[in-house]
Antibody, heavy 121, light 107 residues
Framework: QLQLEESGPALVKPSETLSLTCNVSGGSIRSSNHYWAWLRQPPGKGLEWIGSIYYSANAYQNPSLKSRVTMSVDTSRNEFSLRLTSVTAADTAFYFC?????????????WGQGILVTVSS | EIVLTQSPGTLSLSPGERATLSCRASQSISRSYLAWYQQRPGQAPRLVMFGASRRPTGIPDRFSGSGSGTDFTLTISRLEPEDFAVYYCQHYGSGNTFTFGQGTKVE
């Protein structure tokens, strides 16, 4: 059974860079049928897609965040990562990683359990 | 940009009752690109419907999806205690854009 798990700092200072990693277990990140995605959810609010990356490192991002987002993939460790620069309090959210099924309809399944990242000095 | 509007915001029902959740798009969309997620308190979202009416493996058949064009519906035929959660619809659009509705809470 495929499982995803996010890891990284829970607290980031304003103007600094948020860095998260998602470890994939129970399956290979080198799937030809899937991208790997980052999404986020401010506490008590709705969901926002951040970006998706393929195992070849081809990636695309939400235009509203594109200038601040970098994603990478490490196939040897079966994990992928997110960097979000110049964070502000508005970036405080639960960050989720998920498998992105892009061939049929572009949905996300399964998801990691999420990690709360707070931006505060 | 397509906007998804879910209604009602909150649905107050009892176990055993039928839940009907609506997701309306600001313009006509392909049903292939419409998905629904369930989010229980303190948990990550879980896919419960894709392609508007296709159930992922492991999702009970009391969940069904329908709709086309601008109007889509997620129906839970008989609510079980574990179904009380927030439900989100999601669309994939041109230009690699992903849009979520604001959610419907089933309480």
């Amino acid at each position: 059974q495929l499982q995803l798990e996010e890891s990284g700092p829970a607290l980031v200072k304003p103007s600094e860079t948020l860095s998260l990693t998602c470890n994939v277990s129970g399956g290979s990140i080198r799937s030809s049928n899937h991208y790997w995605a980052w999404l986020r959810q401010p506490p008590g609010k709705g969901l926002e897609w951040i970006g998706s990356i393929y195992y070849s490192a081809n990636a695309y991002q939400n235009p509203s965040l594109k200038s601040r987002v970098t994603m990478s993939v490490d196939t040897s460790r079966n994990e992928f990562s997110l960097r979000l620069t110049s964070v502000t309090a508005a970036d405080t959210a639960f960050y989720f990683c998920a498998r992105h099924a892009y061939l049929e309809g572009n949905w996300f399944d399964p998801w990691g359990q999420g990690i709360l990242v707070t931006v505060s000095s | 940009e397509i906007v998804l509007t879910q209604s009602p915001g909150t649905l107050s029902l009892s176990p055993g009752e039928r839940a009907t959740l609506s997701c309306r798009a600001s313009q006509s969309i392909s049903r292939s690109y419409l998905a629904w997620y369930q989010q229980r308190p303190g948990q990550a979202p879980r896919l419960v419907m894709f392609g508007a009416s296709r159930r992922p493996t492991g999702i009970p058949d009391r969940f069904s999806g329908s709709g086309s064009g601008t109007d889509f519906t997620l129906t839970i035929s008989r609510l079980e205690p574990e179904d009380f959660a927030v439900y989100y619809c999601q669309h994939y659009g041109s230009g690699n854009t992903f849009t979520f509705g604001q959610g419907t809470k089933v309480e």
